[in-house]
């Protein structure tokens, strides 16, 4: 019954994801009793100018370095 | 008064949208006593690398098939 | 595989939610080639005092009638 | 058009919650050129064992205060 | 603590979110005593087909104007 | 960067949250490049009436057993 919504810049790749579904799921099943077919989880991806922390996107805060 | 987001593989067309905002919009109003205007509905289209279940990708299970 | 997020004023009964769910599943079946067992629903229940449209709280809303 | 979807540790009052949709509506109407009609607002309260950053529940942080 | 999600139609600028971001937090630090680097804001841009209100797409009532 | 969102049926302990939290954030630093004092992980807690699969309220289907 989790359903998990990550909302994060675009850019990591598929075998990332791939990596983090059976981390996830595993750790939902171990730490929270999910059964793993209740586990759903998505990806929501969006660039570094639609995502901020502290007052400035993350886009700027990647042109200050 | 609800908003309805609807996170899901991309791939619907227009057509589907239209005909699932009218029914959905129908369905608060008959069964949630939601006032018409006050029903808004998002759709978040990810592809398929970017949901999962049961620990593993859609787009993995897709391939299996 | 869709995932539906709902957001609203809490105070709908298990009997309304009961017949949506099942109304939306078979929607979702229907109008967006969904399996019924990939469709997850999660209702999230907020007082009158935490949503608002146009400028205003549903509960300030309310007071006005 | 904007859904805002504000998920934050419970604790503000409703005093916080009318003036912040007001503020927040006139914003999107001014800089995001949104009808304040069509701009909805739904805060998600969570208790502080329910929130996190930096790998520690807000609860914790504010116990080692 | 605050998570801000915003999801509306695509098309605003790179411009618009970095003043709406800086106001944003502003806001939530003075009428919700937040700490700025606590606030994080998520813009998820939909495309036109993919939201609506009072049971039609924003596409189709843009082509009705 | 990271904002994971969890929906899922109320009643894991504080306990099973910090554990959470903490192999949460590991994961994404390990697996997604994150960097720990980004990720925001919010944890919302829905009754068992308000979460559905596969047409059916959990709460229905606990009872079945």
Redesign the interface.
Known sequence: ?????????EG?T?E?????????????VQ??S?K???????????PA????????????KRKQK
Chains 1, 2, 3, 4, 5, 6 share one sequence.
Do not use: C
């Open positions: 019954m989790p359903h998990i919504q990550i909302t994060w810049i990591r598929t990332q994801k791939r990596t983090l579904v059976t981390k996830l799921t595993d750790l939902m730490e929270a999910a793993p077919e209740s586990v759903t989880i998505a990806f929501v991806d969006v100018e639609s995502y901020a922390s502290n007052g400035m996107l993350v886009a700027d």
